[in-house]
Structures are given as structure tokens and as C-alpha cells.
């Protein structure tokens, strides 16, 4: 974008924008400032029904938008599992099974994080198919069945908020019977 | 006024930001190798989401992931150094990265998101060169970037003051410190308790961020957003586990520094680096006034203009700078004969100061 022209009596080597560039340099910058004004007006307006452009791109806008840990979220979700073995259901070490982690969790926590995200990755149940496959091929001794639940509870400042109170609210997630044919992307199956 | 979007301005952050931005990308890449089996090559938890379709149509193997991962650490290194192979290396990096990225598909991150727009900002950037300490460049690409980071802090601080009326409580960041994942470190679980500083950096927060696309723009401001944002950083580095972030966000800063303050910072480094050494051989690098045998005890300060630009005006022996000199980090157009006057050193490949050129400068002036 620039073009370096030294001059033999300075010793800075000094460059400006050639003069042909500019106006592409200028319409760049247009462009991208609007990309961002659209962005965050995208982002504002939230949860009203999203633009025509953002509804047919969703992620066009989600690679400009900066809207991380705006709004208050005084609860704690967790995601658990349970494997049938005999009739009887223990519990499952996720993370454990599942290692790697982020700074916003656990890969079967992702969307979670986000706020107001439409996809978290417990509420698509392709997904959550593929991570019961997954649990069931992963445990050591095979189970007949896993079911996922989620516990939530609220947070309390001041204490860390790892271990679930007793009265931490579950609800069923999904289940899966171990065996089930399961479809991944491009239509592998495992 | 468009004009002056386009003028020179001290380049050397650029270089620094380079150095920054490599080692930043490398925090992000060097985790990745413990995780590819169970996430980047994982063959039975593979997903894909729009636009990262590659599953679809691939599925990658681990030797495939460490390859393109050991790719990656590979081109940072040669980002890191500059040269020739800056840009190739920059571009492979960043589509060996992306592809690592859409084999996972999940769980991109803010971090990879800006770590791929300030990429894409250094490509057309002056970052590539080595010795970018003495030279001046135009500002466009640093236009870029301060696009990005205005967007960047600007729309989450206004989001925050506009949406969400508990972050003048401090409620919000009490919450986020014991969040079970982004949170829960313990000195952030104890901060978390105490009103008396989660209020006051709720405020802070809110504030900096919101302002910052103004007061960035000011040189007498910049330096103290800057500052303060890279506090704030420091503090989330701290309290909560969000250190990718963090890196990557305060990689860019050797830039959006006002030019002239950066190039203030560099002088005052040289002098001290030199004043530790005790070489009066060999001086500061070739920026007139600096380090001149001849004018003993002068301030570097006196020899450079508010960018940082060696000034004709500037050059002459005093210890101050009137404050008449333009107040703006601009390079004066040069015609030769406001060149003529001022002997400069022969080469214009001097880095160095030395006696000689030293010497044809005083009897120049004489």
C-alpha cells in the first residue's frame, strides 16, 4: 500500500500512500467502519428479530461483533451425564472424557458462553447425538444408554461456584442409546 | 484534511508490534497441540457450523493437524523477524490456521477473531520491514487498526452503557469473576466480594472502553487510554482466565500509541540502553541531535519534532523545543531547499551517528 522513496540528503526512510492508492485506501476504511457500525447496530438491537442481511448470514455478523460479557447472568449451567449399566445409573466424568477446555469451557459447553446465543450446543440435538456417541465409545466399559442433564444454580459472589449446591435446579437434556447409528457432517456416520 | 491521513508518521511500532503480535499468535497455537486428538482430529466428536463447513467435506487426521499446527508455530517465527518472508508466512499462517480452526468448528474465539483482523491489518502494514526504527511511514495501515480496536472496545463499552444498567453496580463484573469457566480464579473470587473495588472497575471499564474510540485520537489522551485499558487487561489476566484475549488485545498497542509518544519512548530506551553500555563510540541511532558529540547534555527530546520527525528547526542545539514548532505528529513536506541547509549524513543507510557526520554538521552550521 506504500511505496518507499528515500531521500539521499535525510536519513529517515520515509514512505507516504501513493496518490493512486488513496481513494481505495479511503473506500477500505469506509467499508470497514460501516461493516462495524452494522455490526454493533445488529448487536444493539438484540433480541428483536435480526436484519434481513443477518438472518441470511448469521455468521457475517458474528465475525465483527464485540458483545461479550455485557449483559448480567447470575446463574451457573453445567452440563452432566449419566450411563446405564445393569439397569442402574452412574455418573459420568465429562470433563474427564472430554479434556480439552477453553477459556469459555468445555468443547460440549460451546454457545453456552455466549450470551443470548440462539445455538448453544445442548439445545441442538444432532449435536448432542454425537456427543452421546462419542460418551458411549470413550468409557471404558461400554454402557447400554447415557442421558445428559444440566444443573443450574445461582451464582454467588465471593465463592467459587464449581461444586453444585444441593439445590441445584436439573433438567434432562437427551438421551441416548448406545449402538444408535449417528450421522456427522458430510454424512460420515459413526 | 484527507491529506493527513496519508502522511508519514515514526514507524518503529510497528516492528514491536510485529514481536507482539507473533508471540501472542503462538499463545493461542502452542495449547492446540495438546488438544488435537480430542478436538481438532477428533474422529468421533466432529462437527461443522456456517461458514466453517470443512467437515463437510474433510475430515482431518491428527498428523494433518500437527503438521499445519507446526506450520503455524513455524510462520510466526518468520513473522516475528520481519523480512521477505513476512507476508508469505503471515498468509500461511493465517490460512493453516483457520483451517486447524474449521476442523474444530465449535469453538472459535474472540482471540482467533482479532488475532485474524489485526493479522490482516499487518499485511498491509509497514511490519514486514526490519529496521523500521528510523523510518517514517504513512499511517494508513495504522488507520486500519485503530478501525478495528475502536470497534473492538467502542461496541462492547456502548453495549455495556446501553444494555445492561447492573454494570453500574458492579454486579455484572462480581458475576463474571465467579463464572465457572471464564472465572473462579481465586483472587478473583475474593475481589468478587468486594463492592468497593468491583464498582469502581465496573465504572473504569465501562468508561474506557466506551470513550476510548474518542480519546485514542488525541495525542495528549492516548497514551492514558491506552494505559488504562492495558491495566484493565492486566486485571482480566489476573482475575479471570481470559489470558488469550488479553495478549492478543494489548498486542496492537505499540501502534495505536500516538507515533510521536512511541517514538519518544524508543529515544529515551536507545539513550538509556547507551548510557548503560558507556560507549561514546558509538551513539544513538542517526535521528538528528541524538547523541551528537558535539552538544553535550542535550535532550533528545529537542531534536525531534512532535512525531518524532527530525525537524529542521528541531536539529538546532538547544535544550527544549519552542513551543512554537507544529504540535502534530506530521511530516513536513520536504523540498530541497528546506533540505539544502541541514547537512544530513552521506549514506542514506546510516544508522549511526558518528564523529564524522558529527563533525560536517558543526562545520556546516559554522
Known amino acids: 500500500m506504500a511505496t518507499t522513496a528515500r531521500n539521499p540528503l535525510d536519513h529517515a526512510s520515509v514512505s507516504r500512500t501513493p496518490s493512486r492508492l488513496r481513494p481505495l485506501a479511503l473506500v477500505g476504511l469506509a467499508l470497514l467502519a460501516g461493516y462495524y457500525v452494522a455490526c454493533f447496530r445488529e448487536a444493539l438491537g438484540k433480541p428483536a428479530p435480526p436484519a434481513p442481511w443477518a438472518r441470511q448470514w448469521p455468521w457475517l455478523g458474528w465475525f465483527g461483533s464485540w458483545d461479550f460479557f455485557t449483559r448480567l447472568d447470575e446463574r451457573v449451567t453445567i452440563i452432566g451425564a449419566e450411563a446405564r449399566y445393569d ?16 477459556d469459555s469451557g468445555p468443547r460440549y459447553h460451546a454457545g453456552y458462553a455466549r450470551e443470548r446465543s440462539s445455538s448453544p450446543f445442548f439445545l441442538d440435538s444432532e449435536r448432542m447425538k454425537v456427543l452421546g456417541a462419542a460418551t458411549c465409545g470413550r468409557l471404558p466399559e461400554p454402557p447400554t ?13 465471593g465463592t467459587a461456584s464449581h461444586d453444585p449446591p444441593r439445590n441445584a435446579r436439573r433438567s434432562e437434556l437427551s438421551r441416548f442409546v448406545c449402538g444408535t447409528p449417528v450421522h456427522l457432517p458430510g454424512g460420515w456416520r459413526l | 484534511m484527507i491529506e493527513r491521513l496519508f502522511e508519514p508518521a515514526w514507524a518503529g511500532g510497528w516492528a514491536w508490534m510485529r514481536r507482539c503480535w507473533a508471540l501472542a499468535a503462538l499463545a493461542c497455537v502452542l495449547p492446540r497441540f495438546g488438544s488435537v486428538e480430542d478436538a481438532y482430529a477428533a474422529s468421533d466428536m466432529i462437527f461443522s457450523r456456517g461458514p466453517w463447513f470443512l ?15 507446526a506450520g503455524c508455530a513455524l510462520c510466526l ?5 520481519g523480512g521477505w518472508l513476512f507476508v508469505p508466512c503471515l498468509v500461511l499462517f493465517l490460512l493453516m490456521n483457520w483451517t486447524v480452526l474449521s476442523a474444530e468448528a465449535l469453538s ?3 482471540s482467533d477473531r482479532l488475532l485474524t483482523q489485526t493479522g490482516l491489518v499487518l499485511l498491509f502494514s509497514p511490519a514486514r520491514e526490519r529496521d523500521l526504527r528510523n523510518a517514517w511511514r504513512s499511517e494508513t495501515a495504522r488507520w486500519f487498526l485503530l478501525v478495528v480496536y475502536m470497534a473492538l472496545y467502542g461496541s462492547t ?56 474510540p474518542v480519546l485514542v ?35 496492537g498497542y505499540p501502534v495505536l500509541l500516538h507515533p510521536g509518544i512511541a517514538r519518544e519512548i524508543q529515544l529515551r530506551w536507545q539513550a538509556w540502553r547507551q548510557s548503560r553500555r558507556g560507549s561514546e563510540d558509538r551513539p544513538a541511532p542517526g535521528v538528528a541531535g541524538v547523541g551528537i558529540p558535539d552538544a553535550p547534555g542535550r535532550s533528545f527530546l529537542a ?9 529542521a528547526a528541531a536539529s538546532r542545539t538547544r535544550a527544549r523545543r519552542p513551543s512554537h514548532l507544529p504540535r502534530r505528529n506530521r511530516c513536513p513536506r520536504r523540498t530541497p531547499s528546506d533540505a539544502s541547509p541541514e547537512p544530513r549524513a552521506t549514506s542514506p543507510r546510516a544508522r549511526w551517528w558518528t564523529p564524522s557526520t558529527a563533525r560536517s554538521r558543526s562545520s556546516a552550521r559554522s
Open chain 1, 87 to 102: 439397569g442402574g445409573w452412574t455418573r459420568v466424568p465429562l470433563e474427564d472424557l472430554f479434556p480439552t477446555r477453553w
Open chain 1, 145 to 157: 444408554e447415557v442421558r445428559f442433564f444440566q444443573l443450574t444454580w445461582k451464582r454467588r459472589p
Open chain 2, 55 to 69: 467437515a463437510d467435506h474433510v475430515v482431518l487426521g491428527p498428523a494433518a493437524v500437527y503438521g499445519l499446527l
Open chain 2, 77 to 81: 517465527v518468520a513473522v516475528a523477524r
Open chain 2, 108 to 110: 472459535i474465539k474472540g
Open chain 2, 157 to 212: 463499552g456502548w453495549l455495556k452503557l446501553l444494555k445492561e444498567p447492573a454494570w453500574w453496580s458492579g454486579k455484572v463484573l462480581a458475576n463474571h469473576l465467579v463464572h465457572p469457566w471464564f472465572g473462579s480464579r481465586p483472587l478473583g473470587v475474593w475481589v468478587s466480594a468486594q463492592p468497593w473495588l468491583t464498582i469502581p472497575m465496573s465504572w473504569i471499564t465501562v468508561l474506557a472502553e466506551a470513550l476510548f
Open chain 2, 217 to 251: 485520537l488525541f495525542r495528549r489522551t492516548n497514551p492514558w487510554i491506552l494505559a488504562l485499558l492495558a491495566g484493565m487487561h492486566l486485571g482480566i489476566l489476573l482475575l479471570m482466565d481470559l489470558w488469550r484475549f488479553s495478549l492478543v488485545s494489548v498486542a
Open chain 2, 303 to 311: 531534536s525531534t519534532g512532535r512525531g518524532g520527525y527530525p525537524t
